[in-house]
């Protein structure tokens, strides 16, 4: 079945680099995404790649797919405190429609 | 920009009480979709719907029903509230053909049913 899993939390110090990890299931996905939601708001798309792409790069964010190990990476260089969020991974299955399969989100929390 | 508004931030209601969540997004997207969350759950899809009067069930559309007349609203109804109901609700939008399906969120309504 559809499955996207993340860690629920992650603790990281002001300017170290924050990697957060997202393992999915379909094989079928076209695109995959880091969708962020800062506390009291929804969510909003940060990046996304194509399922044919390994890696994309965005001033501080790199995004890794290993889509062998169905795997995915966001990684955040030089983590500000504003970067505190829940950070959510999820996949569109290349199953016909447009829904969107959603991880639990990982809570990144940001020590000065 | 693309904005999705939603009736209200923080809503309390009893149990028994039929409730009516209201989300506007003003962008003429045809797919507009409710989720809730839940800490160490994600989002859930509840309903979505891809054009005015269609409906589509989601993961867990039960207890919940959903109401599409324009296409600019989506209407997320709990017949009769339940404390297990208590939970953040999301709505957001999407325009269909887009490559990218990128989902546009509300800010959420945080229902409290007591």
């Known amino acids: 079945g559809e499955d996207v899993e993340q860690s629920l939390f992650l603790s990281v110090r002001e300017g170290d680099s924050s990697v957060i990890n997202c393992t999915y299931t379909d094989s079928s996905s076209t695109y995959l995404y880091w969708y962020k939601q800062e506390p009291g708001a929804g969510l909003q798309l940060l990046t996304y790649i194509f399922s044919n792409m390994d890696m994309k790069q965005d001033q501080r964010l790199t995004v890794l797919l290993n889509k062998k190990d169905k795997h995915l990476s966001l990684r955040i260089a030089d983590t500000q405190t504003g970067d505190s969020a829940i950070y959510f991974c999820a996949e569109t299955p290349n199953t016909g429609g447009f829904k969107t399969i959603f991880g639990a989100g990982t809570r990144l929390f940001v020590k000065a | 920009d693309v904005k999705v508004t939603q009736s209200s931030r923080y809503l309390v209601k009893r149990t028994g009480e039929k409730v009516f969540l209201e989300c506007v997004q003003d962008m003429d997207h045809e797919n507009m979709f409710w989720y809730r969350q839940d800490p160490g759950l994600g989002l859930r899809l509840i309903y979505f719907?891809?054009?005015?009067?269609?409906?589509e069930k989601g993961d867990i559309p039960e207890g919940y029903s959903v109401s599409r007349e324009k296409k600019e609203r989506f209407s997320l109804i709990l017949e009769s509230a339940s404390t297990n109901q208590t939970s953040m609700y999301l709505c957001?939008?999407?325009?269909?053909?887009?490559?990218?399906?990128?989902?546009?969120f509300g800010p959420g309504t945080r229902l409290t049913v007591t």
């Open positions: 719907s891809y054009d005015v009067k269609m409906k």
């Open positions: 957001a939008s999407s325009l269909l053909g887009t490559a990218t399906y990128e989902q546009y």
